[in-house]
């Protein structure tokens, strides 16, 4: 039985009275909160965020000092790795003021963290240079089980937006989360609240707080929403009186959104001779307009990811570095690819427009909150006739007829984009006119992964086998992924590896990939003793679906906590099995049937010129599953585990 901490009574202990404290010794702060009892949880949770405080304060020139205070407590070795602390700045606009840790040990013991612990550090492995950084300290080889690590920084730097976007928690238990909005005289703030009811912010005057108590971990469930999707957050715009000088932009709309953000993008898109040279020589085998595009897409895919920012605090990281100078490095980030093709595209008479995207969630941004902080990634959209036809073309009004494309993803080719942006609203970026939409997504039949397995099964059981696939669409991108990241005997152990998990001791022999823009196609031969079991001389039982779904998911617990999230796929496989002479089927399943709102699945056992055939078919539809929902889901993945797991008995003529 969790016990609850009184809210009331932890407020009045953390309220913002003393900060640091001096020298090396713990701030009061955290002595208090570190005597905290917390709930019992499983034994899967590592540690619990005993409290968490951000206070943002604004002055009437824009400058902003936000504060942290953090306190951690470690449950298990698992959890040291939450035992640090950082302050992200901008080194063009903003400074760390202070940053110091403490480490608090079971016995009561204690360990400080200053200036001589702190490294600075890139925000990203590619970064080659970036004005965001960040100040970090750590406490991770240190932090034993019961130890409650805490930090506190401060942070100095101007605002580009007037909002702020606070989460009040990643996957672990946190006892109290608060986050505190000091503004000026005058000034107002108002929110929206994601992902749990309104928080109402408690008001004194100017000065607005948020705040939740006692929020449980957020379980680890097979084919759940991402963390951002169950993760209360609050989105906070505040407004000055006018005028208001010295500020960030407000946004009242989603086409203000896009405007600002045009401002940016347009005068970095222009091509230059050089630009117009290569996009004029990279087209001129293409006799239409779709070949130019697949031609510059495929170029813009080749150059190198790498994350440079300049600008920061002036709203340079929403700015994309200029088409000649990406073009000449051969390197940027997404917004950099993105708006090469852009000029290229230009530069052959192709109109396309900037996309501010959310990769990973497509329910992280949400319409009410007009704001660039809803987006982490950019994108194309490229204007296409009648003639395009192609899972990845939207039409609205106003707009007309786009095709998105993600230049920086590798594996996905023109007309197809990733399956982690599918359905998710994508700002489309014009001077005037933008709109906020949603990102075409494929149907199940674009997504098909088709797999013949021919068997020779022998009177012993063993068995020689030759798998042939073809993967189309998100599949297809899924496989090139895979083959493009492993070695040539990486590759071979994860295949062996999916073998050998439905025919223990397969051997593989032949082993082939061909991967191009439309499909992705393997083919493997392998051999396995005793995949049927005898049963004296008369009897050999084995099942058909010798190797499993390599995407498989089954969803067959009991309960569930969160929503489920399927894709939109389709698998379909054959199965021939020439017979060990002598023997004849006895005893087959049953043919089976399943038709849901989210899926369908059919199964069925028959024998076709002295062969066993067995073919199934699964389609899952994009959509979101409602715990409330979840029996239908573990009885259509049930059904599917219990035909796919029952065997064929032949027996002896």
Not at 111 to 140: C, H, M, P, Q, W
Not at 352 to 365: E, H, L, M, Q, T
């Amino acid at each position: 039985m969790i016990r609850f901490i009184a809210a009331a009574f932890l407020l009045a202990a953390l309220q913002p009275a003393a900060y640091a404290a001096k020298g090396d010794r713990p701030p009061a702060w955290l002595t208090e909160v570190a005597t905290r009892e917390v709930p019992e949880y499983d034994s899967d949770v590592s540690s619990v965020t005993l409290f968490e405080e951000k206070i943002a304060t604004v002055n009437e020139q824009g400058v902003v000092v936000t504060t942290v205070r953090k306190a951690v407590k470690v449950l298990s070795r698992a959890g040291r790795s939450t035992a640090s602390g950082s302050a992200i700045y901008r080194t063009d606009t903003g400074k760390v003021r202070n940053l110091q840790g403490w480490l608090i040990y079971p016995s009561g013991k204690s360990e400080s963290f200053g200036k001589k612990e702190t490294i600075d550090a890139a925000l990203a492995d590619n970064d080659v240079y970036n004005e965001a950084r960040l100040k970090l300290i750590s406490a991770r080889s240190m932090a034993d089980p019961g130890s409650v690590f805490g930090y506190e920084s401060t942070v100095e730097d101007r605002s580009i937006f007037t909002q702020f976007l606070y989460r009040f928690q990643g996957a672990s238990p946190v006892l109290t989360a608060r986050f505190t909005l000091q503004l000026p005289p005058g000034w107002e703030a108002r929110s929206h609240t994601f992902n749990h009811d309104a928080i109402e912010p408690q008001v004194s005057g100017s000065r607005y707080s948020w705040e939740l108590h006692n929020l449980s971990a957020i379980e680890r469930e097979p084919a759940q929403p991402p963390i951002s999707a169950l993760a209360p957050r609050v989105a906070v715009s505040y407004f000055p009186p006018p005028p208001a000088a010295g500020l960030g932009p407000s946004f009242a709309d989603w086409e203000a959104v896009s405007s600002w953000l045009s401002t940016l993008n347009d005068p970095q898109s222009r091509p230059d001779d050089a630009v117009t040279a290569k996009a004029r020589e990279l087209a001129a085998s293409s006799p239409d307009d779709w070949g130019k595009i697949a031609a510059l897409g495929r170029f813009a895919q080749d150059i190198k990811y790498v994350s440079i920012q300049t600008g920061v605090g002036r709203g340079g990281g929403y700015r994309p570095h200029l088409a000649a100078d990406v073009l000449a490095k051969s390197y940027g980030d997404c917004k950099d690819k993105a708006n090469l093709m852009r000029s290229m595209l230009s530069a052959v008479g192709i109109e396309s427009f900037p996309v501010a995207i959310y990769s990973g969630d497509p329910r992280f941004v949400r319409d009410e909150w007009p704001s660039p902080q809803q987006f982490n990634h950019a994108v194309i959209a490229v204007r296409v006739d009648e003639s395009v036809n192609v899972p990845a073309v939207g039409e609205w009004e106003g707009l007309g007829r786009l095709l998105l494309f993600d230049p920086t993803d590798p594996d996905t080719p023109v007309g197809y984009l990733p399956d982690h942006e599918q359905g998710s609203w994508a700002l489309i970026v014009r001077p005037e006119g933008g709109q906020l939409v949603e990102a075409p997504a494929t149907e199940p039949e674009e997504n098909l992964l088709e797999r013949s397995i021919d068997v020779t099964l022998a009177a012993d059981g063993s068995i020689q086998a030759q798998i042939q696939e073809k993967a189309l669409g998100d599949s297809a991108s899924a496989n090139r992924a895979l083959r493009r990241r492993s070695s040539e005997a990486d590759y071979r152990q994860i295949i062996e590896g999916w073998i050998t998990r439905g025919a223990a001791a397969a051997a593989v022999a032949d082993l082939e990939t061909q991967v191009d823009d439309e499909e992705f196609r393997l083919s493997a031969s392998f051999s396995a003793p005793g995949y049927g079991q005898t049963m004296g001389s008369s009897l050999l039982i084995f099942k058909p679906a010798v190797v499993s779904r390599r995407n498989r998911t089954y969803l067959t617990e009991d309960e569930r906590t969160h929503p489920v999230m399927l894709g939109s796929n389709a698998f379909a496989e054959t199965v021939r099995v020439d017979l060990p002479t002598g023997f004849a089927v006895d005893e087959k399943p049953d043919d089976v049937k399943l038709e849901t709102d989210f899926g369908s699945y059919e199964a069925s056992w028959a024998m076709e010129n002295d062969q066993l055939v067995f073919s199934r078919r699964l389609e899952t539809r994009r959509s979101v599953v409602e715990p409330a929902e979840y029996q239908s889901v573990r009885d259509f993945y049930a059904a599917i585990l219990h035909a796919e797991q029952t065997p064929v008995v032949l027996a002896r003529q």
